[in-house]
């Protein structure tokens, strides 16, 4: 196996693929944007490296093959056609998910059924096997999903999802998944030299986040991937790559991010998860209500995944932090602000007009991404807000 090349696919929350593509080409790759992915192509070294460094991505996949499927004849056959003992040893435990959406192909049981007894069929001729496949050693999760009568059959090199970093011990109601809060860090003008605020921390997601991207750590450095098992995945190599990481990292430069909560429970928590990532002391946490927020720093970045108000019975309430927010930070003229939620009337509330919204979904919960760019302050004499 070593040095063979993978068809690979980055897949994502919809709206940030072209954050997933950035990084891939910031990594050295060529890719191809699609809704939900981002196609490119490497080695098992590259499956380790983009595992370790795609901060936006949810799983790295390998594309096994793609066909047109229109029959569980025509499915049974392209399936078991694929060489599977190049990639699964004989007793490699292989579940079978499955997708299918607008195809004749619809039944998903039946068609993951069909996937799995063609590679059962292809493996026991090449390993001359005449009783069941153990299925005892690594686990190598394999999905097909059709759509329009388009098969595709990938590997998925990951295992839990990218989002779990191994740093959250613990978490607070409705936490925001790590990768969308690098990618909410991504979207705006932030750079590690500049001042960054989370006025509303909660588990301190994305002020730990923004941490990991100011000193170039490697998202994935506290957490192992299901490929690591695979007999063909070197483990030198793998050190190899993850030492390289660890090199990369720069602990020497300042950054100024500061973090605080209303809930002094909260801002606990996010000190434990800070912790537990070894970024406490880059991390400035209080607790501070919205009402009581003041800073005499210009030029940074705030951002803010404030309470969405989802229930009828705290809509008021949310409102009305809305509004405080738009009192407290407002007056910040020469700040970049950005604020997620799904009350698309936050606007109103906070008494501003957005300077650009974006749509980018949260789980499966449609957001917008309220975005106020602020106007750089050169010439520190002439400030008259702060």
């Known amino acids: 196996m070593n040095k063979l090349k993978f068809n690979l696919v980055a897949t994502c929350a919809a709206g940030i693929e072209a954050l997933v593509g950035k990084e ?11 809704n939900g992915r981002v196609r490119f192509s ?18 790295i996949k390998i594309i096994v093959d793609e066909f047109d499927a229109q029959t569980f004849d025509d499915l049974f056959e392209a399936t078991a056609a694929n060489q599977w003992d190049k990639l699964l040893p004989m007793d490699a435990e292989f579940p079978v998910e499955g997708r299918s959406r607008n195809s004749k192909l619809h039944s998903v049981p039946d068609v993951q059924a069909i996937v799995k007894k063609a590679i059962v069929n292809s493996l026991s001729t090449s390993y001359h096997r005449h009783t069941r496949l153990p299925e005892t050693g690594a686990k190598f999760p394999l999905e097909i999903a059709i759509n329009k009568d388009h098969a595709m059959l990938t590997l998925d090199t990951t295992g839990s999802s990218l989002f779990k970093r191994g740093y959250r011990v613990e978490k607070g109601p409705a936490p925001l998944k790590e990768n969308m809060a690098a990618a909410l860090i991504l979207l705006t003008s932030w750079y590690p030299d500049m001042p960054f605020i989370d006025p509303m921390c909660g588990s301190g997601t994305i002020p730990i986040e923004a941490a990991l991207i100011g000193r170039n ?22 050190q190899n790559v993850r030492d390289e990481a660890d090199s990369k990292a720069d602990y020497d430069r ?24 070894g970024l406490l002391d880059d991390i400035h946490f209080k607790q501070l209500a919205v009402a009581d927020f003041k800073t005499d720093k210009v030029n940074g970045v705030m951002i803010a995944n404030p309470p969405y108000g989802e229930r009828m019975s705290e809509k008021d309430q949310v409102h009305d932090l809305y509004k405080q927010m738009g009192k407290a930070f407002k007056p910040l003229s020469s700040w970049s602000k950005y604020f997620l939620t799904s009350d698309l009337e936050f606007e109103k509330y906070y008494g501003e007009k957005a300077t650009k919204r974006r749509k980018l979904y949260n789980g499966a919960l449609r957001t917008d991404y309220f975005q106020y760019w602020g106007r750089k302050v050169r010439n520190m004499n002439s400030l008259s807000n702060y």
């Open 24 to 34: 891939l080409r910031n990594l050295g790759y060529d890719t191809q944007v699609e």
């Open 42 to 59: 490497g080695d098992e070294k590259d499956i380790i490296k983009t595992n370790l460094w795609l901060r936006t991505a949810d799983r």
């Open 217 to 238: 750590i490697a998202p994935g450095f506290n957490r192992d991937f299901i490929c690591e098992n695979w007999p063909w995945i070197d483990a030198d190599m793998v």
């Open 254 to 277: 300042e950054l100024d991010i500061s973090a605080s909560d209303i809930d002094g429970n909260m801002v606990e928590i996010s000190k434990r998860n800070a912790e537990e990532v």
